[in-house]
């Protein structure tokens, strides 16, 4: 397991996934993106879990991005031998994606980074793509890829205004700048601050009080939030009503005034 770059494991409903390359400082290649994938699916599709945190090994980085290195390789083989134009789009279809961050978007578990030291480029898009973001003190945030000539993609550009507003995303994307998690704080790109030895802790304790709530309700409130942001807001009421109609068709809906009543946990059952 120790020569294995991403760890998975699932733990009281958790899944935790670990970026375990420090010796690279958690550079993401394109092994590695398989994996995350991979992992994300195998979390969606287990009953168990109701929560993914995302994690790294190391203490200098989250991830200082994707493997510059891995890439080049690739850009080599890829101009060895002229391809006609529908070849390189069916070969872009069936690619890998440059990025784990459009699996982790797609999710419908709540999904949650926990980042320290660098977590630069592909990094912060992985945690750009989750629902919460804690960050240890003194780590360092960026989009870097315009000092590299491109640009961020898998939804960087779209996903950070509108966290954090229009205004300081620019500035975020077309400097490659890197910023204190203090003032990433400042400015909602993170939802918690502490101190690096208490991240995970924080990560457990918020992913507990999640766990608290019915898992279909959690989920469903996730859902009614993000296609919310895409609709005006009488379409999103609408849209939320329905969803909450739902809800209350469900055991859990039941379970929890009969657990409160009764003053005892309530017993979810997810349906």
Same mark, same amino acid.
């Given at each position: 397991?120790?020569?294995?770059?991403?760890?998975?494991?699932?733990?009281?409903?958790?899944?935790?996934?670990?970026?375990?390359?420090?010796?690279?400082?958690?550079?993401?290649?394109?092994?590695?993106?398989?994996?995350?994938?991979?992992?994300?699916?195998?979390?969606?599709?287990?009953?168990?879990?109701?929560?993914?945190?995302?994690?790294?090994?190391?203490?200098?980085?989250?991830?200082?991005?994707?493997?510059?290195?891995?890439?080049?390789?690739?850009?080599?083989?890829?101009?060895?031998?002229?391809?006609?134009?529908?070849?390189?789009?069916?070969?872009?279809?069936?690619?890998?994606?440059?990025?784990?961050?459009?699996?982790?978007?797609?999710?419908?578990?709540?999904?949650?980074?926990?980042?320290?030291?660098?977590?630069?480029?592909?990094? *912060?898009?992985?945690? =750009?793509?989750?629902?919460?973001?804690? @960050? #240890? $003190?003194?780590? +360092?945030? &960026? /989009?870097?890829?315009?000092?590299?000539?491109?640009?961020?993609?898998?939804?960087?550009?779209?996903?950070?205004?509108?966290?954090?507003?229009?205004?300081?995303? *620019?500035?975020?994307? =077309?400097?490659?700048?890197?910023?204190? @998690? #203090? $003032?990433?704080? +400042?400015? &909602? /790109?993170?939802?918690?601050?502490?101190?690096?030895?208490?991240?995970?802790?924080?990560?457990?304790?918020?992913?507990?009080?999640?766990?608290?709530?019915?898992? *279909?309700?959690?989920?469903?409130?996730?859902?009614?939030?993000?296609?919310?942001?895409?609709?005006?807001?009488?379409?999103?009421?609408?849209?939320?009503?329905?969803?909450?109609?739902?809800?209350?068709?469900?055991?859990?809906?039941?379970?929890?005034?009969?657990?409160?009543?009764?003053?005892?946990?309530?017993?979810?059952?997810?349906?």
């Amino acid at each position: 397991m120790a020569d294995e770059k991403v760890l998975y494991e699932v733990k009281d409903k958790i899944a935790w996934i670990t970026l375990n390359r420090s010796e690279a400082l958690n550079a993401v290649n394109r092994d590695m993106v398989k994996a995350i994938v991979g992992y994300c699916r195998d979390a969606e599709d287990d009953p168990s879990v109701q929560v993914v945190i995302f994690k790294a090994n190391g203490e200098r980085a989250f991830s200082v991005g994707g493997d510059i290195k891995d890439r080049a390789r690739a850009n080599e083989a890829g101009a060895a031998e002229p391809v006609s134009p529908l070849i390189a789009r069916q070969a872009k279809h069936n690619a890998v994606p440059g990025t784990p961050a459009p699996a982790i978007a797609a999710m419908n578990k709540i999904t949650m980074a926990l980042v320290h030291g660098y977590t630069v480029g592909t990094g *912060l898009l992985m945690s =750009l793509a989750c629902d919460i973001r804690i @960050a #240890a $003190e003194g780590a +360092r945030l &960026g /989009l870097s890829e315009v000092r590299l000539g491109f640009m961020a993609g898998s939804g960087g550009t779209q996903r950070l205004p509108r966290l954090i507003g229009l205004p300081k995303a *620019l500035e975020i994307c =077309l400097s490659g700048e890197l910023y204190d @998690a #203090a $003032e990433c704080y +400042r400015i &909602g /790109l993170v939802n918690q601050l502490v101190p690096y030895d208490q991240l995970i802790p924080a990560g457990e304790k918020m992913a507990q009080s999640f766990l608290k709530g019915a898992p *279909l309700a959690l989920r469903y409130i996730k859902e009614a939030i993000y296609k919310g942001l895409d609709m005006p807001l009488e379409q999103g009421i609408r849209y939320e009503s329905d969803l909450q109609s739902m809800v209350m068709q469900t055991e859990d809906a039941k379970e929890g005034p009969r657990a409160f009543v009764e003053k005892r946990p309530a017993n979810w059952r997810g349906r």
